[in-house]
């Protein structure tokens, strides 16, 4: 028990004649983990892409609504009839009438 202990500490699996067998197996599993490796630092960074694509639509969604409201209260009425009586211009009282131009 203890020399079998001792010659795998010592890495005897690995030099031995038989070894070719052993050696074949520990790059496959070597090769599996570093595949591993990879894919899980790949899906972690596409984790953090959509963090920050995340945050960005809200900021984006929120300049938006900033701005529609913005946009909706210059077009008030109110607010245009503001703006061009500081130009002197103010509603008509009577109302527009319609010209009809006749063709012969």
Partial sequence: MKES????LKGRFLTSETSIKNWKII????????IMIWSSHSADEKVVKIAKLNSLK???????????????RVKMES?????????????????????VVKVK
């Fill in 58 to 72: 809200r900021e984006i969604r929120a300049e938006y609504i900033d701005t529609n409201t913005d946009l909706t």
């Fill in 5 to 8: 202990i001792y010659s795998i």
């Fill in 27 to 34: 790059i496959f599993v070597v090769s599996l983990l570093l």
């Fill in 79 to 99: 607010s245009i009839r503001s703006r061009v009586s500081r130009l002197g211009l103010k509603p008509a009282e009577n109302p527009p009438k319609k010209i």
